[in-house]
């Protein structure tokens, strides 16, 4: 119930003026409440100021703390709940609020009363413990709120200096205690699991807890290590089979000793995972030639799985065999590198490979057959792209003017050749200044001597003459539009004029009854 709806205006009573011997004057006029009270109340109280039974019950003392709750509600309910200061304080149930909070001292009096040097903190909800001890009040209550009203948790006032950004929670004291904020209670075995011995105990948080995340965090080798694994996976995930935490580089695995094949010559500097593309647990290797060098077997298997018989284990490429002594091929130029497998396709014994260029060289033909199948009149053995000959002259296009100097991956775009646009507007489309206004036959004004060399004369290569305004006009005065094929331009007076008519087309279009082609505005009228 609000303090208004429980007061009102005293009723004025004949009795108390005789005992206090006031004149006789209407009851209406006299408000005893005020005559009676002691002093002006609070700013806070003042919107209750006459309205007495708000606070106090007649002849019922006793009733005014009740009285007080009724608007204090969180006062009453701490004092029921044994919660706060009120909840706490010694015979806080018994004490009355006037005894701590005198009223009718004026509108600007301190009726809170508060020593904050002397205010006992622990019988609030919030004991001031370790560093919170030498803290100003205001570093947690602020001027515009309550003092019930504070903060209390650790996220609340400390939320700035998280260096963990709120990856792990708001409950700072699970690891932090009052003492310091760099007194850690934390014990990463005992409470993750995962103890930091060897070279884990000098790792950054930050090297597996990346922008602070904490949860989940793997716990085996391999999710950690996955780029520094040289073995790219190959040996599996079970890092520690092989390694310490003391050390990476220090292995426990020899080989020799643990396995029935031993690295002898260039097995020795191979990488694990050269062999092993399944991690070793999970499938057991060959030990033949073939087993491991089938990939790179140039002869792709066709000089059988005997590779001893030619191949040492110091070097793949120590052979016994010799292709200018022992075939009708001799190995020149480019040839003499080129791997076995490259015309040899088919059975060594069981297939005679081609000796022509485009028997072997057919699918490396950039020019898909166009020019035919005699390589040899353009290319050479010594390098497919060098010294080659070729005139370009004896072609539909001959390169005349700056064409001659043109590289020819400007007009060539792919090596078959014969592809390339003849055009002029194949190659110089972005060249067009006039944007196929002037149609695509560039070569009716330009030549090859030059873009900016041009000649053409409208009046004869055209049927329309210009002569008056129109011969100041630029081109694209009147072609506008862009061209698929050959330009197209009416020569009527009302496709270009129809806007500039006056006479809004009454006078029909044929405008050169009237006007002549100096000027618009000089006119003849033809009978």
């Not at 413990?129 to 100003?136: A, N, Q, S, V």
């Not at 033949?288 to 089938?294: A, E, K, Q, Y």
Request: aromatic letters at 6%; hydrophobic letters at 25%; one cysteine or more.
């Amino acid at each position: 119930m609000s303090r208004r709806r429980r007061g009102g205006k005293a009723r004025s009573f004949t009795c108390a003026l005789l005992l206090i011997g006031i004149p006789s004057v209407p009851a209406d006029a006299i408000d005893l409440e005020r005559l009676v009270s002691p002093g002006d109340l609070i700013e806070g109280h003042a919107d209750v100021e006459g309205e007495c039974r708000s606070c106090h019950a007649p002849f019922a003392a006793d009733a005014q703390p009740d009285l007080c709750l009724e608007c204090h509600e969180e006062v009453g309910d701490d004092r029921r709940e044994r919660r706060g200061y009120h909840g706490r304080a010694p015979d806080a149930r018994e004490t009355t609020c006037r005894t701590c909070h005198p009223e009718h001292r004026g509108r600007r009096a301190d009726i809170v009363g508060l020593d904050r040097e002397a205010f006992d903190h622990s019988l609030s909800d919030y004991p001031l413990d370790g560093e919170h001890r030498r803290l100003p009040c205001e570093s947690c209550h602020s001027p515009s709120l309550k003092y019930r009203d504070a903060p209390a948790a650790c996220i609340d006032c400390h939320r700035q200096d998280d260096p963990h950004r709120g990856q792990l929670g708001s409950k700072c004291a699970s690891c932090h205690g009052v003492d310091g904020w760099l007194s850690v209670g934390f014990d990463h075995e005992r409470d993750t699991g995962f103890a930091l011995r060897g070279r884990h105990g000098k790792v950054s948080c930050a090297l597996c807890h990346p922008n602070e995340r904490y949860d989940p965090t793997p716990k085996d080798c391999h999710a950690c290590h996955r780029l520094d694994d040289a073995h790219a996976g190959g040996m599996g995930k079970r890092c520690d089979g092989c390694h310490s935490a003391q050390d990476w580089s220090a292995r426990v695995f020899e080989h020799d000793r643990d396995t029935e094949f031993r690295l002898e010559g260039a097995h020795r500097d191979a990488k694990c995972r050269a062999c092993h593309e399944a991690p070793p647990r999970e499938r057991k290797l060959q030990t033949t030639c073939i087993s491991c060098h089938r990939l790179d077997d140039e002869h792709r298997g066709r000089n059988g799985k005997s590779c001893e018989r030619c191949h040492g284990v110091e070097t793949w490429k120590a052979a016994l065999f010799r292709h200018d002594r022992d075939t009708e091929f001799s190995l020149d130029g480019a040839h003499e590198k080129v791997a076995c497998g490259g015309c040899h396709v088919g059975h060594l014994y069981d297939e005679e490979p081609a000796t022509t260029c485009s028997g072997c060289h057919s699918d490396d033909d950039v020019h898909k057959q166009q020019q035919g199948k005699t390589c040899e009149r353009c290319h050479n053995q010594d390098s497919w792209s060098a010294e080659v000959f070729f005139d370009h002259g004896l072609t539909r296009f001959p390169l005349l003017g700056l064409h001659a100097v043109v590289a020819c991956e400007e007009c060539h775009v792919s090596l078959a050749f014969r592809d390339a646009e003849t055009e002029c507007r194949s190659c110089h489309a972005k060249d067009d200044l006039h944007e196929r206004r002037l149609g695509v036959s560039c070569e009716s004004c330009h030549n090859p001597n030059g873009w900016g060399v041009w000649r053409f004369d409208h009046d004869t290569e055209t049927a329309f003459a210009l002569h008056g305004a129109h011969e100041e006009l630029d081109c694209h005065s009147c072609h506008r539009k862009p061209m698929t094929g050959e330009t197209q331009q009416s020569g009527a007076c009302a496709d270009c004029h129809a806007s500039a008519d006056v006479h809004r087309g009454a006078f029909g279009r044929a405008c050169d009854r009237c006007h002549v082609d100096r000027s618009w505005d000089e006119t003849r009228i033809l009978r």
